[in-house]
């Protein structure tokens, strides 16, 4: 652990953007359930089902110490409004526009959450100074590396979609800010999380629906892909030890960089699997689950752009200075999806 590791604090403010939306929903649950002072900002887009966001939101607000403001990051009045109104003492932006393929269709969107939201959260902790930042960054930022697993002292240089370079250059937005302004930051790049309440537009809810009416399921690269996938108990946990933690100062004597707190954090379960595996797995937890076999019909594609081959988090600074790293089986997460699933979606 960390010198001076300091513990979940109750009694601070904490500011999570993007907190209708899967790991926004878990965080803000889990700091709700400690007695913290939680203020959402989400803007409820309709990226997916807008219902699966309406139901968190749901269960946040029985919580009292949960105020929700509906607004846009990219929108500076919104940002300082909520900075000047609850002044938060942590920030956690999880508010973005997610999704590779996305990208490919919808730029814009892109630059407006990711590249200004995100520029407008910088600047209310300028003005409004913040003891921590933390901000989602991504897997995908090792875009071409081939070298596994992926360590933050690799170079993150050749991202191969533009979702990958907006989370770049949050990383690199925020170390000007860190340094110019003092403002303490965490990036942490995730690396595939999943499970209940998660997000319809990923390939392991899509899979799902897919094998439950008997769809054909597409595997990109001939099956020659792996993910390091990772359960959101997982990651909130990694979070929330984060939260009160802020990097500690780099002094470097004559450097340009003297005192800056700046610190970037693989959290990934550091155990890849191919896609093809996360298929079987799914297929027996949906066949014990629903009592029918059910069955893969598999179509096997070629790769397509923007996709990286594997991903593979080193997450030993992680579990170095926090004392903990995700490494819930894959087998154990997708039960724990299936079953939320099957529940939720009423599946006979
Ligand atoms: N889930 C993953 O596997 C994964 C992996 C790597 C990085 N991330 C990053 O983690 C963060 C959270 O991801 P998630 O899986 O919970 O995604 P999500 O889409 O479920 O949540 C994002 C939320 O942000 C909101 N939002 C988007 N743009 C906004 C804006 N301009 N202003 C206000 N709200 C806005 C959305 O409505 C949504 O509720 C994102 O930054 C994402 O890029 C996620």
Not at 287 to 310: H, W
Not at 330 to 347: K, T
Request: charge should be neutral.
């Amino acid at each position: 652990m960390i010198e001076g590791y300091t513990e979940l604090n109750p009694c601070k403010t904490y500011l999570i953007t993007g907190s209708a939306g899967f790991i926004g929903f878990f965080l803000s649950k889990k700091l709700l359930s400690q007695g913290c002072q939680v203020i959402g900002l989400d803007n409820l887009n309709d990226y997916y089902d807008l219902t699966l966001k309406r139901s968190r939101l749901k269960e946040l607000e029985k919580d009292e110490g949960f105020v929700f403001i509906k607004g846009d990051i990219s929108d500076k009045k919104v940002v300082s409004y909520v900075f000047s109104k609850f002044k938060p003492q942590i920030v956690v932006n999880l508010a973005a526009q997610a999704g590779v393929r996305y990208s490919f269709e919808q730029p814009d969107t892109y630059i407006q959450s990711n590249i200004i939201g995100f520029y407008n959260i910088l600047e209310a902790c300028r003005h409004s100074p913040v003891e921590h930042l933390i901000y989602a960054s991504s897997s995908s930022v090792y875009g071409a590396n081939t070298k596994v697993p992926y360590s933050t002292q690799d170079k993150t240089d050749n991202p191969v979609s533009l979702y990958a370079a907006t989370k770049k250059s949050n990383e690199l937005m925020a170390h000007a800010y860190s340094h110019l302004y003092n403002i303490p930051t965490t990036g942490l790049r995730f690396f595939t999380v999943y499970g209940p309440l998660g997000r319809p537009d990923m390939a392991y809810f899509s899979f799902t629906e897919k094998l439950l009416q008997g769809k054909p399921i597409k595997v990109f690269n001939y099956g020659n892909c792996f993910r390091d996938f990772t359960y959101i108990d997982d990651v909130v946990e990694a979070v929330t030890r984060i939260l009160c933690n802020p990097p500690i100062q780099k002094f470097e004597k004559g450097s340009i960089l003297d005192g800056i707190q700046y610190a970037v954090y693989n959290v990934g379960n550091s155990q890849p699997v191919q896609l093809v595996e996360l298929i079987r797995v799914l297929e027996q937890k949906l066949s014990y689950a629903t009592g029918r076999k059910i069955m893969a019909n598999i179509e096997f594609l070629p790769r397509q752009p923007g996709d990286v081959i594997t991903t593979y988090s080193n997450s030993t600074p992680l579990e170095q200075n926090f004392g903990f790293k995700p490494e819930t089986s894959l087998e154990e997460g997708l039960e724990q999806f299936v079953n939320w699933y099957i529940d939720y979606f009423g599946v006979k």
